[in-house]
């Protein structure tokens, strides 16, 4: 039976990167276009509204051979990239078994989602059965760094979520570890927002928005629904 898998692939040398770590408040995915040869095309979708930061960063990227915007809507844009650099190129001084990582690309699975984050790679995948899986798993292990979300067999449910952003994530536990949420409270909005590195304001925003997410998830859910 197939398997789907979410795991992060810790390994500052694959593609943009670099891009990530220089507009961390975006989500950036991309998509690998492979009948282009050596270098395969980038698909990249960036959610955000740094998009100017995120252009003058695919400029400044070291593996960014050219780049053209392809559409907008929203707060989400569209972008073909043509890498400077072939895979081998890129990762070679890194890895130590390019031919498996060759070897992956083959395996009978399904990468359908890859977030490129500042030290990696965040990738969503079908595999085919558990053997294939560990191919996957056991060459990061070896090469990189794997770290494992979640694994499930296909056609069972995901695990509920909480829907919460990363931002909203690290919100919520920061206000928590400072003592933000204790009575009486420990910490104030501006000891938060200092330890995020944002404006009170916008730590304000961020803690209503994870709050009012989980209320939406977990309380608002449940039944028989509240009385009028």
């Known amino acids: 039976m197939g398997l789907v898998a979410e795991f992060d692939i810790d ?3 694959l593609p943009l990167t670099g891009v990530a770590a220089a507009v961390p408040e975006v989500t950036t995915t991309l998509e690998l276009q492979y ?5 395969p095309v980038f698909l990249v979708t960036v959610t955000g509204d740094a998009h100017a930061a995120v252009e003058e960063a695919f400029d400044d990227a070291y593996d960014v051979g050219a780049w053209t915007r392809i559409g907008a809507a929203g707060d989400t844009r569209r972008y073909q990239i043509r890498p400077a650099l072939s895979f081998e190129e890129q990762l070679g001084d890194h890895l130590d078994d390019l031919t498996g990582l060759e070897a992956l690309a083959t395996a009978d699975a399904i990468v359908e989602r890859i977030e490129v984050l500042p030290g990696g790679w965040r990738q969503t995948g079908w595999f085919a059965d558990r053997a294939t899986f560990g191919e996957f798993s056991s060459f990061w292990q070896r090469n990189a760094g794997f770290r494992l979300s979640r694994l499930t067999r296909d056609g069972e449910p995901a695990p509920p979520g909480d829907g919460l952003t990363d931002r909203q994530r690290e919100a919520l536990r920061t206000a928590y570890e400072l003592g933000h949420f204790d009575i009486p ?9 200092e330890e995020l590195g944002i404006a009170a304001s916008s730590a304000s925003e961020r803690l209503r928005r ?11 859910t449940t039944w028989p629904p509240l009385p009028d």
């Open 11 to 13: 390994c500052e040398a």
């Open 35 to 39: 009948n282009h040869g050596k270098r």
């Open 185 to 193: 409270r420990r910490a104030s909005l501006e000891t938060v927002a």
């Open 210 to 220: 994870a709050q009012t997410q989980l209320v939406e998830e977990t309380v608002a």
